[in-house]
């Protein structure tokens, strides 16, 4: 048979409490009410001895939070260890480590219609959603309709509340260092991309630089392979 599975009430007892403390000790508001240190204490210790964890499921009903929040990819933007999107979600990986959060990613496929793909994410289960370089997908238009807490990472052209390199800045920076070590002529670089317009944006702050630097708009590649 089966352990048991430890309760509030079990901890109560160990920590010679009444069950209410124990919560609120466990929700990290012990100072906040004024819980004598030794008291807190002894509540974590008899949690940790027991392998007591307050049940998420339960405080998300009481709370309206879940402490979660979704990551919406693409099918373009995941399957590879390395690369922009791998840096990305790693990035946010260790984000929501920081802050404790649950992070739930929802991995798109080709055939996957927004709707659906919204709703997977919006049943309930995440407090947000991030989502990277909607471009053309429209499911950034979708969260704005339906009002759901969501940020945009990497596309200054988003409808949503985003998070974007500024990219022209860079090309700056980059610029003045290649005329620092020596160089003179400087090419811009394009790959395929469906966002033509943050392309457009490097390129304008690219022949600005350049004139500016080096007495020439400079060459350009565009769609490198």
């Not at 919406?72 to 390395?82: A, E, I, M, N, S």
């Not at 929501?96 to 959060?101: E, G, I, N, P, R």
């Not at 395929?192 to 944006?201: A, L, M, V």
Request: charged share 25%.
């Amino acid at each position: 048979m089966a352990n048991k599975r430890p309760t509030r009430r079990d901890v109560a007892e160990q920590a010679g409490v009444a069950p209410s403390t124990v919560s609120l000790v466990l929700s990290n508001r012990a100072e906040e009410l004024g819980i004598a240190e030794a008291t807190r204490l002894r509540v974590e210790e008899a949690a940790r001895s027991l392998g007591y964890y307050a049940n998420r499921h339960i405080r998300a009903v009481r709370t309206g939070r879940t402490g979660n929040i979704g990551l919406y990819l693409r099918h373009d933007q995941w399957g590879t260890p390395v690369g922009y999107w791998a840096a990305l979600r790693a990035a946010v990986d260790r984000a929501a480590s920081s802050l404790d959060l649950g992070l739930l990613v929802h991995c798109g496929r080709p055939d996957l219609p927004t709707e659906e793909a919204f709703a997977r994410q919006a049943g309930g289960v995440v407090d947000g959603v991030i989502i990277f370089n909607s471009a053309n997908d429209p499911i950034a238009a979708r969260l704005l309709q339906t009002g759901m807490t969501a940020v945009e990472i990497g596309d200054a052209d988003s409808p949503l509340p985003f998070v974007a390199v500024d990219a022209p800045d860079g090309i700056r920076q980059a610029l003045e260092h290649l005329r620092e070590k020596g160089y003179r002529r400087p090419c811009f670089v394009s790959f395929p991309s469906p966002y033509k317009s943050s392309i457009e944006g490097r390129r304008s702050a690219f022949a600005f630089h350049c004139e500016r630097l080096f007495g020439h708009a400079g060459p350009s590649v565009d769609d490198f392979y």
